[in-house]
Structures are given as C-alpha cells and as structure tokens.
C-alpha cells in the first residue's frame, strides 16, 4: 500500500438553534479534520475536541500533525495506540487510516474489521437544557421521535423532567445530566425520573464522586460517560454502572473502541454508542458499533444547521447505512 501524506484542517459547523449543556452553551461545532492522501486514494476522519477532557482545537491539530513525519516513516494504523494518547486526535487520525485502507483495498471498512455490516438504526434525538417550558416545546415538536435524549442541570431537573414527559408521552426517554447532579438533589431528580418511567440515566454525577451511585437502588440503569474512557477504567464502573457511553474521541479511535465494546459485554454492561456534536464523517466510524449497543446516540447531523454533502441519511430518527463515498 503506497504511503500517504497527512494534512489537516479545522472546520466550523453552524448548530441549528444553539446548543446547551450543564457546562454551557455553544452556537457552533468545531471539529479537526485528518486527511491522508497518495494521490490516488485519499481518507478521510473527523474528530471533536472537548475542553472537558483538556482539549483544544489547536492542540488537536497540532498533535495530529506531529504525525506526519511518522506516517511519511510508514507508520500505520497498528502503530497509533503506541505513539499517541487516547482522545480526540487519535481518533481522527484512526478514522483517516481506516478510510484509506477500504479505498485502496476496494473492500468496505466493516469487512476489514472482520464484522458485521450495519444495519438501519434508531438514534437518540437530544434536546438542550432550558426551562421546563422551553423543553417542553422542545419535546413536543420532537414528539414522533421515538427516543429522546434530555439534557439536564441538576436543581430544577424534576421539573424538567415532567414537563418533558408530559410533551412527549409515548417517547422513550433517556435523562442526561453532564455530572450536574450533586447529593442533594439526586433523589428529588430520581424519583422524577422513576416516576417519568425514563429508561436510562447517563453520567449524573461528577467523574471521580459517583462511588455514592454504588449505595443507590433504582430501576433505572445508570450509564457512565465522563467516569468511563477505556478498557484500563471498566473494573470501577462495575459496581456503579450498568451501561457505558462508548465514544470514538475518548477511546481513540474505532480500532480501540471495537476492543473497549467486547470488553464492555464480556462485564456484563451495555453500550450506548455516543458521539460529539459533528458531522457524518464522525458519526460513520460510529455507526460500525450500533449492532452491540442498547441504545444508539448518533444524532450529530439532526443538530447542525447543515451537514456533509454527502451525509448520513436519517429518516426521521433512524439512521441509514452510509455509502463509501461518505466514509470507509
């Protein structure tokens, strides 16, 4: 296989109405693009760095781009768990290799990675944190959806979550905080959660304070996002969660992330499969785990004012296999 030259772009993509979490607010996505290239074939990955994690789109790029004497050297795929970190930047270059090898190969990225091609599937639709009213708007015009992911702020949250319910009655729902809960609200906010029959609750308290979860008994599953990042933390997440949030810029990239998946069922937890907020070039990579995940949240694209031409189709909220020309 002839040996590509690396370039790297940073790209700005409008979100539809903003977009608000308990950390903040954003009005656009800003992801960091890895291109390799011999002329002939060219692949391509996206990534998202997230300030939560210590990131910065400039440090991404920056890191990404280190790379190119290594991979002008014949460095590959194989060789990026050993040379970079996990994160946002691994990742886009993971996909970027992926990408290239299905082209020149002629061969889709799932036969090369030895599993299933994937099928039609139901995403999550998130709505942002606001008031009970603005949520409530929110729900119901994104009633028809079938599931629904809220976001949430810790005081105030059951509230949020009624009126949420009430909007969309027959949604099922799935209540993420972001780490905003803290001891004092968890059980009012519990209890609305438990009372709105949601299905899941993702990350409700800080990463590195959520021992308390392993005291609490509930019928809703708790699900780790910020807590879990890789194989190295599954044995803690044991006795405190029963899913986790499997997404391509914590772990580094798909050739991780499919080891952290069989890693994850052989624990006995489900997956969700969770993204950043990008575009379909990030989503396609992704998509490649729906067939083990209870639950899937890919909606990047639904939240940006436009997306890739091509991109992803969805039809409403499932989600379509996409073709080489978008990725792999």
Not at 183 to 204: T, Y
Request: hydrophobic fraction near 45%; charged fraction near 20%.
């Amino acid at each position: 296989m002839p040996t590509p030259i690396l370039s790297v772009v940073t790209e700005h993509w409008p979100i539809a109405g903003g977009f608000t979490i308990s950390r903040g607010s954003r009005t656009e996505a800003v992801v960091v693009v890895a291109t390799l290239d011999d002329g002939t074939v060219r692949g391509h990955g996206e990534c998202v760095p997230y300030a939560r994690y210590g990131e910065t789109v400039e440090g991404v790029a920056a890191a990404i781009e280190a790379m190119a004497p290594l991979i002008a050297g014949g460095l590959t795929r194989r060789d990026l768990a050993a040379r970079m970190p996990a994160g946002a930047a691994r990742n886009a270059l993971d996909a970027a290799f992926w990408d290239f090898e299905a082209k020149a190969s002629g061969h889709r990225v799932w036969n090369l990675a030895g599993i299933a091609a994937p099928k039609p599937v139901t995403t999550a639709f998130t709505l942002s944190l606001g008031s009970p009213d603005s949520m409530a708007a929110a729900a119901e015009k994104a009633a028809g959806r079938p599931l629904l992911k809220i976001k949430l702020g810790g005081a105030g949250d059951d509230r949020r979550i009624a009126a949420v319910r009430a909007a969309a009655p027959a949604a099922t729902l799935i209540a993420d905080a972001n780490e905003a809960w803290t001891p004092e609200v968890f059980a009012v906010n519990l209890a609305a959660c438990e009372k709105a029959g949601v299905a899941l609750i993702e990350q409700p308290l800080p990463a590195g304070q959520d021992a308390f979860l392993e005291t609490v008994k509930s019928p809703i599953a708790f699900c780790a996002d910020e807590s879990f990042h890789g194989r190295d933390g599954l044995a803690a997440m044991r006795n405190r969660y029963q899913a986790v949030n499997i997404k391509l810029d914590k772990t580094g990239g798909l050739t991780e992330a499919l080891a952290v998946a069989n890693a994850v069922r052989e624990a006995g937890l489900d997956i969700m499969v969770g993204c950043m907020l990008g575009t379909s070039l990030a989503m396609a990579p992704a998509f490649l785990l729906t067939p083990q995940a209870r639950f899937v949240d890919l909606d990047g694209p639904l939240l940006l004012s436009r997306d890739r031409d091509p991109g992803i189709a969805y039809e409403g909220s499932t989600m379509q296999p996409f073709g080489s020309r978008i990725w792999g």
